[in-house]
């Protein structure tokens, strides 16, 4: 996960901890929407995925961004409550870029594909 998080912060500038919980969220997302079998498979091959996830579920209302975030769904629901711990609209993209990039490189390009195919409105992010 480290990786991930200087990878993120780098393409971002977003600190490590905002890194992190933005990972944990986009993760916790795609477990939520996504297929079973292969974010599974995905957050098995995060070495500390689950954590982060778990971590992005404390305290991620996020003010007003993250209440008006919380009341949709799919992909914008996503995108309010990364607005709302401090995520740009112009950091989203590459923050979804650089983590599906990582998934491709640890669970695979057949894996992401699935996973991006099966998620209405996620390819915009990525």
Request: proline residues 3%; without cysteine; aromatic residues 4%.
């Amino acid at each position: 996960m480290d990786e991930l998080i200087a990878r993120v912060t780098q393409k971002t500038g977003l600190d490590q901890a905002t890194a992190r919980k933005a990972i944990g969220l986009i993760l916790g997302y795609l477990q939520k929407e996504g297929p079973q079998t292969e974010v599974n498979q995905l957050i098995a091959a995060l070495p500390g995925a689950q954590d982060a996830i778990e971590q992005s579920k404390t305290g991620a209302s996020g003010g007003m961004m993250g209440m008006i975030g919380s009341m949709g769904g799919g992909v914008m629901a996503l995108g309010g409550q990364l607005m709302g711990i401090g995520v740009s609209m112009g950091q989203m993209q590459p923050l979804g870029k650089e983590l599906f990039a990582y998934g491709r490189e640890k669970a695979g390009e057949d894996t992401m594909g699935t996973i991006m195919g099966a998620i209405p409105g996620l390819s915009q992010f990525v």
